[in-house]
């Protein structure tokens, strides 16, 4: 089985489409390609490390996306929350979280699942605290520059 690297790779998730500069396939017997499951792991995580850092309430597919991706049920969303599960299938039935709080305390929540263990000793400035979505980005970028996590690119709706 030979491998190679796919440059400006697309990868459906969270609803949106998004951009990972290299993407390593195989190439099988039958002419098709494969990703490995270890590299769509790697994807996923820069996926939601961008969902995370970006500004904007989460729409149910990108908090379904970050549900997957950390193998968290709705019941746990509810739970940290402190909401009951009806809540987040209201959530569902709408399409989105419907406050920027829940919005962000979600986000900060679902990236420190995913990168904190890693990123614990990271400095961040003090004036990054004023807000939640300042923070997010800069914990965003922090997991991309330290190499936990790779950038991806949100493609623009066509």
């Not at 490390?49 to 729409?59: D, E, K, P």
Request: charged residues 25%; proline residues 4%.
């Amino acid at each position: 089985m030979k491998s190679r690297v796919v440059r400006d790779y697309p990868i459906p998730a969270g609803g949106h489409l998004w951009t990972v500069d290299a993407v390593a396939v195989s190439e099988l017997p039958d002419g098709t390609q494969a990703v490995s499951q270890a590299e769509l792991q790697r994807i996923h995580r820069a996926v939601a490390n961008a969902i995370c850092g970006a500004r904007g309430v989460l729409s149910f597919e990108e908090l379904d996306f970050l549900c997957d991706v950390t193998a968290t049920t709705y019941s746990q969303v509810a739970d940290h929350l402190d909401l009951n599960k009806s809540t987040v299938t209201t959530w569902r039935r709408r399409g989105s979280v419907p406050s920027r709080v829940a919005s962000n305390a979600l986000k900060r929540w679902f990236w420190f699942r995913l990168f904190g263990a890693e990123l614990a000793a990271e400095r961040v400035p003090l004036s990054r605290f004023q807000n939640d979505e300042a923070f997010l980005e800069v914990a965003a970028q922090r997991a991309i520059r330290s190499k936990v996590t790779i950038p991806v690119e949100l493609r623009p709706a066509s």
